[in-house]
């Protein structure tokens, strides 16, 4: 372990003595009086980080695996790609541990049809939860979040790192970190709550800690036909974590000619189906199917357009709900608000 740096500048409050502040340390003695003092602020702010355990060439065989992973991207980008640059950068991430006690009153949903009510209902959660979130510019990069509650943390060594890669500084205010932290734990225990209807959230924060991980990424730039494209690597796992490559422009056809008929078939022939059966029954006429079908074949089509539209590069983000589908074959906001139309309608 390597060993902890020092910063002078800090004055003790009873000899006025300079009091060192080794990294990370939270309580400090003055040299000359031996009065204790707690630090507060970043100084006194833990730093770690994860181990690099991927080599060059185990991150290029990640990217080659990512050119021929999906069919949104050009079926020869994997052959005709060629490495310009490959480097590991360690990027900051804050990082906070708590073990989190909620207590979410609220209502469930119970029961069916006419006998369908809400009762109200009263959850404890208790959770050891982790949060982090970049603690630099990481735009280029394409990487806000990763996955460290089960990640191995050394202690922090800054000449290893900056001889190992690239090293990036964290910015910003340890302040917002923790009240983002917070809020995303609240957002948490009211999911584990699994109520249909919440009123309120009381959240309490146990042995809570914040510090800095630095992460390791590999950084791969290549050129295909001319344009440069660039894919992160997870340093410790291989996993694409972001990545960008050139789209399939016959993918993109089919899908545009597929959504089309897909939709038209549902804005037109199923409403037209549904009215024809309507008519010849003595029932309610079924306008919330007919709203659906009429809203999801509108999305369908739209989609399929945006896909034809901007798929000419295809954009990859690691994440739940992002890993399959590139910014230019998102589907459109319509079909993410059918659910809430029908609803209202029921």
């Keep these: 372990m390597a060993e902890k740096t020092a910063t002078q500048g800090l004055s003790c409050p009873k000899c006025g003595g300079m009091v060192p502040i080794p990294e990370g340390q ?3 003695a003055c040299p000359f009086c031996e009065q204790r003092a707690v630090v507060r602020g970043e100084r006194g702010l833990r730093r770690y980080q994860v181990p690099l355990k991927i080599d060059r060439a185990s991150a290029l065989e990640a990217v080659s695996n990512f050119l021929g992973g999906h069919w949104a991207i050009a079926r020869n980008a994997r ?62 990069f394409g990487v806000s979040q990763v996955s460290i509650s089960d990640q191995q943390l050394d202690p922090y060594n800054p000449d290893a790192l900056h001889r190992a890669g690239l090293v990036f500084e964290p910015i910003g205010s340890m302040t917002d970190a923790s009240v983002a932290a917070e809020q995303e734990f609240g957002q948490r225990a009211r999911a584990r709550a699994g109520l249909d209807r919440v009123s309120q959230v009381y959240l309490r924060a146990i042995r ?12 791969v730039r290549y050129v295909y036909r001319g ?13 694409v974590l972001y990545g960008k490559a050139p789209g399939n422009t016959l993918y993109r056809a089919a899908v545009l000619v597929g959504g089309m008929a897909a939709g038209a078939v549902l804005t037109i022939d199923v409403p037209a189906l549904l009215v024809g059966t309507s008519g010849n029954k003595d029932n309610d006429f079924p306008v919330m199917f007919l709203i659906g079908s009429i809203v999801v074949g ?28 590139p910014v230019g074959l998102s589907l459109p906001k319509e079909l993410g608000d059918v659910m809430n139309i029908l609803e209202k309608i029921r």
């Design 26 to 28: 939270v309580i400090v």
């Design 79 to 140: 052959s005709q790609a060629r490495i310009s640059e490959a480097f590991v950068a360690y990027l900051p991430f804050w990082t906070s541990w708590s073990h989190t006690l909620a207590w979410v009153f609220g209502e469930k949903q119970v029961g069916s049809g006419d006998n369908r009510r809400y009762e109200p209902r009263e959850v404890k959660v208790a959770e050891d939860m982790t949060w982090n979130g970049a603690a630099c510019d990481v735009g280029e």
């Design 208 to 219: 809570k800690r914040m510090g800095i991980v630095y992460y390791p990424l590999w950084v």
């Design 227 to 239: 344009r440069t494209f660039q894919v992160a690597v997870d340093g410790n796992s291989a996993k």
């Design 298 to 325: 509108i999305g369908l089509m739209l989609g399929s357009y945006r896909s034809f539209r901007y798929g000419e590069q295809y954009e990859y983000r690691a994440g739940p709900k992002k890993s399959s589908l």
